[in-house]
């Protein structure tokens, strides 16, 4: 932005946050997300809320009498402190008479690719990895899943071996606003974390996709999730430890017990905070998404998804995201490299069929029938999408639509978009 009087805001790319100039005349407004305060002594604080749980026992009550336990677990993807949660999590289950032997860590990975024993040291830490059983769920080998029957909504229920033997089921999550399933956390443990994939593809299929419940910070009538919470009661989820972070990823709120009620506790407390009313659409909105969601495209189009209620028809949204590890998933990025116009997905969809890794593609074309999506990132892969423009620093990006829609054109910048709710006037 030579030349002219601009606004320094600081955007999250990968790990750290850049410097992002955004020129003052335009610039309407920074949405920042919710300040939460933080606990300071996070251990503890689990701790207390693990022996004080939301309409259920105390976790060590629960243990008692179980000969097996399962925990399941987020993936890389996801800023949970399993660092901080687990050790209290075990503390709690040895102390209701459980042995180490008889608990197994499950990653509900519901499609992602499964992880290393690298990166189940750095993330879970390497005492938890060296004296507890760990293993990636794999959505894909029916031979290590178990049939539940089906939900109301008729969603075939297979589970994963280790979470549906267990005699206590145990999950661990985070909470803030979703796409589709209005909030992460509780229930998407199971559903898609732990489930097979005709669970995940019937879930998550377009018409469960399209209803207007099915939306950012809505769980009231929205169908996706109450099959979510369905498909967990029938798992028997016996406990959840699911924590709000600040912006920062320290703990601001733990919320532990009933699947349902703790979830809705922890629901309500990120609610309090987050709220973001719009009344006035801007021309251009630059967003990005913290990590670990910026490490591939697949989960940074989350703040794309979150934003599109803050831009005008045809207007444009730049989407600024390190992407380090790539596109996402295998197929995902099949689909968008193989196409160059994204209108054409829907056709596709009928032709073969959904498959829930390709969400994102669905929910993409829909935001981009009234808006222009580029990207902003140095992955030089992302330049292989041929109906997205991909610019490596954000001067020309913002140079282009400002051509594109006036000099007098208007700006918000969204640099946590995930964190946020927007709101009706």
């Known amino acids: 932005m030579i030349g002219m009087d601009v606004v320094d805001v600081m955007f999250p790319y990968g790990r750290d946050e850049r410097t992002v100039p955004l020129p003052r005349r335009n610039l309407r407004e920074v949405i920042r997300p919710p300040e939460f305060t933080h606990i300071d002594d996070e251990r503890a604080a689990v701790t207390a809320s693990l022996r004080t749980p939301i309409s259920s026992p105390p976790l060590r009550e ?76 794999d959505c894909m080998d029916e031979s290590r899943l178990t049939n539940l029957g089906t939900t109301s909504r008729g969603t075939p229920l297979a589970i994963t071996d280790a979470v549906a033997s267990a005699d206590l089921v145990i999950s661990t999550g985070y909470i803030e606003p979703h796409e589709f399933a209005g909030f992460t956390g509780g229930r998407k443990s199971v559903l898609p974390g732990v489930a097979g994939i005709e669970a995940l593809k019937h879930n998550h ?23 979510m919470v369905e498909a967990a009661r029938t798992v028997g989820v016996d406990f959840i430890t699911n924590v709000v972070l600040d912006n920062e990823a320290h703990i601001s709120g733990i919320f532990s017990g009933d699947v349902v009620k703790a979830h809705e506790a922890g629901v309500a407390y990120y609610k309090e905070h987050a709220g973001v009313l719009r009344s006035e659409r801007a021309d251009i909105v630059v967003a990005s998404v913290g990590h670990p969601l910026n490490r591939d495209l697949y989960q940074s189009l989350k703040a ?47 032709r073969e069929g959904f498959d829930p890794r390709i969400d994102h593609c669905y929910l993409l074309q829909r935001v981009m029938r009234s808006v222009r999506v580029c990207i902003v990132s140095e992955r030089d892969e992302l330049s292989s999408i041929p109906f997205i423009t991909l610019y490596s620093d954000i001067e020309p990006a913002l140079a282009d639509a400002l051509d594109r829609h006036g000099s007098d ?16 006037e």
Do not use: C
């Open 205 to 227: 299929r377009v018409e469960m996709l399209d209803d207007p419940r099915a939306t950012l910070g809505i769980l009231e009538g929205n169908p996706i999730h109450e099959d």
């Open 409 to 424: 054109a208007s700006i918000i910048a969204v640099p946590y978009a995930t964190r946020i709710i927007p709101l009706q």
């Open 62 to 137: 629960l243990a008692r009498g179980a000969h097996s336990v399962a925990i399941i677990v987020s993936d890389k993807t996801r800023p949970v402190p399993h660092r901080i949660l687990l050790p209290a999590l075990l503390e709690e289950l040895r102390a209701g008479g459980i042995l180490d032997g008889d608990i197994t860590i499950v990653v509900a990975l519901g499609m992602h690719d499964p992880m290393s024993d690298e990166e189940l040291a750095e993330m879970l830490g390497e005492d938890v990895v060296s004296s507890i059983r760990v293993v990636n769920h």
């Open 304 to 350: 794309v998804f979150a934003t599109a209620p803050f831009v005008a028809d045809g207007g444009t949204i730049i989407l600024y995201t390190s992407s380090s590890d790539g596109m996402g998933p295998a197929l995902f990025r099949k689909w968008m490299t193989e196409t160059d116009d994204p209108s054409t997905f829907s056709e596709r969809i009928v």
